[in-house]
T-cell receptor, first 114, second 113 residues
Framework: NAGVTQTPKFQVLKTGQSMTLQCAQDMNHNSMYWYRQDPGMGLRLIYYSASEGTTDKGEVPNGYNVSRLNKREFSLRLESAAPSQTSVYFC?????????????FGQGTRLTVV | AQSVTQPDIHITVSEGASLELRCNYSYGATPYLFWYVQSPGQGLQLLLKYFSGDTLVQGIKGFEAEFKRSQSSFNLRKPSVHWSDAAEYFCAVGHYNTDKLIFGTGTRLQVFP
């Protein structure tokens, strides 16, 4: 009964390094999301995927890329990390929105770029 | 475009007092509305949601919220706050024809004994 699993939980990067944040869900959900959380700014949507094979930009997509590898997995890549990308990143998934399902969240990845 | 406003950044209440957290949204059609709670260092947990029907919805931990279309609001209430309710609360808006889910900036609740 894992729900949404994110890895890693913590990461420190140097400016210019790249990395991929992994996310997997076991609830057979179609939709998946990546958010970043910064103090005073709430959760801002980076990218989302309504179904396998599709991705769309959210509010703050610049500097990120995503891959919906299959129905279970949705990864977020930082090609060249910048200090402004220091944040807590959350992955989420949801079922059929027309049926009223809510989003379920992972425990977050705390990323520091130095 | 969808947007969510939580006007109160930080609220402090005494244990046992009543609570109301404000949420206003901007959307062209009747939205789906959610309240989530986040304890320090944790992910987000759903408190309650509104999709249709009765505009007063009940959630977990004794919380309720009322959808008021005329005021574009979905305020969260609790009659008597417990110290364990100290956390950050987020309002979110979605819609059946989009998979976007947009969050407000959050309200941090502090509870004094």
């Amino acid at each position: 009964n894992a729900g949404v699993t994110q890895t890693p939980k913590f990461q420190v990067l140097k400016t210019g390094q790249s990395m991929t944040l992994q996310c997997a869900q076991d609830m057979n959900h179609n939709s998946m999301y990546w958010y970043r959380q910064d103090p005073g700014m709430g959760l801002r949507l980076i990218y989302y995927s309504a179904s396998e094979g599709t991705t769309d930009k959210g509010e703050v997509p610049n500097g990120y890329n995503v891959s919906r590898l299959n129905k279970r997995e949705f990864s977020l890549r930082l090609e060249s990390a910048a200090p402004s990308q220091t944040s807590v990143y959350f992955c989420a998934s949801s079922g059929d929105r027309s049926r009223g399902t809510e989003a379920f969240f992972g425990q977050g990845t705390r990323l520091t770029v130095v | 475009a969808q947007s969510v406003t939580q006007p109160d950044i930080h609220i402090t209440v005494s244990e046992g007092a009543s609570l109301e957290l404000r949420c206003n949204y901007s959307y062209g059609a009747t939205p789906y509305l959610f309240w989530y709670v986040q304890s320090p260092g944790q992910g987000l947990q759903l408190l309650l949601k509104y999709f249709s029907g009765d505009t007063l919805v009940q959630g977990i931990k004794g919380f309720e919220a009322e959808f008021k279309r005329s005021q574009s609001s979905f305020n969260l209430r609790k009659p008597s706050v417990h110290w364990s309710d100290a956390a950050e609360y987020f309002c979110a808006v979605g819609h059946y024809n989009t998979d976007k889910l947009i969050f407000g900036t959050g309200t941090r609740l502090q509870v004094f004994p």
